[in-house]
Structure formats: C-alpha cells, structure tokens
C-alpha cells in the first residue's frame, strides 16, 4: 500500500542534542513538506520541497534543517537552535495543486 | 489575505445532531478548498475537498456548502456519531501554489 511512513513514533532529546526525523514516501508524489503541531493547536509549516535538491523555509524555519537528496525522502533535523522543540512533528506529501496532501502518522519529540 | 479564519475553536453536539464548521478566507485566488479531519496522535488525513464552481458537496455524512460572494466554507456533518469526534481543519490553495494555507482547527466533541 502507498502511504507515508514516519519514524520513529516516539522520540526523545537531551537538551543540546541535534535528533533527525525520518519521513518516507512511496507514492511518487514530487511535493513534500513538514509541519509542526503544538497540543491543541493547529499546523505550522517548516520547510517543504517541491523537487529533489530543492527545499523552501516555512513560517517556522528557525532551529530546523532538511534535505532532499531523494524524491522519497525528507528528513527534519531539529537542531539544538531550535528552542522549543518539544512538539508533534508532521510530514506530508502531494501530487501537486488540487491533490490535497497525504500525512504521515508523525513523530511526538519530546525533550528531556 | 493568505489567512483562512475557522470558528469554532470547540464545538459540543449531541449524538446525532448536525455540527456546522465554519472557514473564512480573504484571497479570491483560492480555489482548491479541503477539509481535513484528524483523531488524537495521528496525522490529518483528507475528509472532502470542493471547487468553486460548485456550492455543495456530500460524501457520505459530511457536506462541504461553499458561498463565493461571501468568501465563506462550512462542513456539515449529517446524524453525527460520537466516532466523529476529532479535530477538523479547513484549508485553501491557488492554482500553480505548492502549499495549503490551513485554518486553526476545530476540536468537535460528540456526546453519546
């Protein structure tokens, strides 16, 4: 079945430490992008990637990177720059405009 | 006018009443309109979409009605089960944009 797969589920992160999340697509969508979910709040983007070896900051770019070295593949690394980093960490895809996105599960990052 | 404003923030309905969510948006470039729903520690995943040259839209229970003078979406949500409980965003995209802009999210709560 094609879908998204994040990992891990679950995450956790001294203070100080870079952590990479994984995201993995098998739907040959050329879109991919990551979100940020603080609890009972909505989606805020951090960077996102149109083509391979191509990626844009989001609204929320600071204390993050990315890479996209393959059209499956967009790992976050959340940097020790990164303040807050304590979060649900969200990775989607899509086809291109009128598709809609396709989410992962996500990953729960938690600093300790 | 890249926002999309969703009110309510909560919403309690009885089993079996007809929860209405409501979106807002400013740029009339939009024209791509999701709703996405999403249960606690999972990702969204896409409910229903509608185009503007149509004023509803039903797949099963949820309806989208679309008001284009107004710049106004709802989602309805027909004899509403307490399965249906979760948090519902609203989004908007242009033609040729990569990206969605998403509403706040509404948390629904259906009571037995």
């Known amino acids: 079945d094609g879908g998204i797969t994040q990992s891990p589920k679950y995450l956790f992160r001294k203070e100080g430490q870079n952590v990479t999340l994984s995201c993995e697509q098998n739907?040959?969508?050329?879109?991919m992008y990551w979100y940020r979910q603080d609890p009972g709040q909505g989606l805020r983007l951090i960077y996102y990637?149109?083509?391979?070896?191509?990626?844009q900051k989001g609204d929320i770019a600071e204390g993050y990177s990315v890479s996209r070295e393959k059209k499956e593949s967009f790992p976050l690394t959340v940097t020790s720059a990164q303040k807050n980093p304590t979060a649900f960490y969200l990775c989607a895809s899509s086809m291109g405009f009128g598709y809609g996105y396709t989410f992962g599960s996500g990953t729960r990052l938690t600093v300790v | 006018q890249q926002q999309v404003k969703q009110s309510p923030q909560s919403l309690i309905v009885q089993k079996g009443g007809i929860p209405i969510i409501n979106c807002a948006y400013e740029n009339t470039a939009f024209d791509y309109f999701p709703w996405y729903q999403q249960f606690p520690g999972k990702g969204p995943a896409l409910l229903i979409a509608i185009r503007p040259d149509v004023s509803e839209k039903k797949e099963g229970r949820f309806t989208i009605s679309f008001n284009k003078s107004a710049k106004q979406f709802s989602l309805h949500i027909m004899d509403s089960q307490p399965g249906d409980s979760a948090t519902y965003f609203c989004?908007?995209?242009?033609?040729?944009?990569?990206?969605?802009?998403f509403g706040q999210g509404t948390r629904l709560t259906i009571n037995p």
């Open positions: 990637s149109q083509i391979v070896n191509d990626f």
């Open positions: 989004a908007a995209s242009m033609l040729g944009a990569q990206k969605l802009v």
């Open positions: 739907l040959n969508h050329d879109a």
